[in-house]
T-cell receptor, first 112, second 114 residues
Framework: GEDVEQSLFLSVREGDSSVINCTYT??????LYWYKQEPGAGLQLLTY?????DMKQDQRLTVLLNKKDKHLSLRIADTQTGDSAIYFC????????????FGTGTRLQVTL | DTGVSQDPRHKITKRGQNVTFRCDPI?????LYWYRQTLGQGPEFLTY????????KSRLLSDRFSAERPKGSFSTLEIQHTEQGDSAMYLC????????????FGDGTRLSIL
């Protein structure tokens, strides 16, 4: 079955790197996504990675995928107060081409 | 590119009333999705359309829920005889029809049932 898990909370100091982790159970995942949600708002797509890739970098964001362990991480370099939000990991599965299955989200708190 | 637009942003209603939400997708996106997000949880898939055809519905979509996309552009989600458990954020997303193209979300409609 589909199950995506994330830790609930992460606190980092401004300027440090943040690493948000996600594990998934379905080996037929094709794409894995990271979304950001600020209070009262919808989800903002940050980045996504195809399951045959190991890494993707986009400015301050680095995504690492360990397909053997079904582990996905999002690293934010030089974390800023504006990065404070909830971060969701999501997967789409081979053959569905439609719905996303989301984790419960990780709340990132950036302190001064 | 104006993004996905949802209306209203907030809806407060009494239990038992009917409510309808609207979603306008990004133009030229022929796929449209509805999700529900309760407090402290990630979004859960409800249904999706390709053009005007409703291709998949979740078991979360009870008989009181109906979604339409009559002309393949905007979509409406109606909830009849609302219950307190319907209180949630209802999110709409759109994408192109290419395999696994990312979904872009609107800001959602927050529904509160009194």
């Amino acid at each position: 079955g589909e199950d995506v898990e994330q830790s609930l909370f992460l606190s980092v100091r401004e300027g440090d790197s943040s690493v948000i982790n996600c594990t998934y159970t379905d080996s037929s995942s094709t794409y894995l996504y990271w979304y950001k949600q600020e209070p009262g708002a919808g989800l903002q797509l940050l980045t996504y990675i195809f399951s045959n890739m190991d890494m993707k970098q986009d400015q301050r964001l680095t995504v690492l995928l360990n397909k053997k362990d079904k582990h996905l991480s999002l690293r934010i370099a030089d974390t800023q107060t504006g990065d404070s939000a909830i971060y969701f990991c999501a997967e789409s599965l081979t053959g569905t081409a439609s719905k996303l299955t989301f984790g419960t989200g990780t709340r990132l708190q950036v302190t001064l | 590119d104006t993004g996905v637009s949802q209306d209203p942003r907030h809806k407060i209603t009494k239990r038992g009333q009917n409510v309808t939400f609207r979603c306008d997708p990004i133009s030229e996106h022929n796929r449209l999705y509805w999700y529900r997000q309760t407090l402290g949880q990630g979004p859960e898939f409800l249904t999706y359309f390709q053009n005007e055809a409703q291709l998949e519905k979740s078991r979360l979509l009870s008989d009181r829920f109906s979604a339409e996309r009559p002309k393949g552009s905007f979509s409406t989600l109606e909830i009849q005889h609302t219950e307190q458990g319907d209180s949630a954020m209802y999110l709409c997303a759109s994408s192109t029809a290419q395999m696994n193209q990312p979904q872009h979300f609107g800001d959602g409609t927050r529904l509160s049932i009194l």
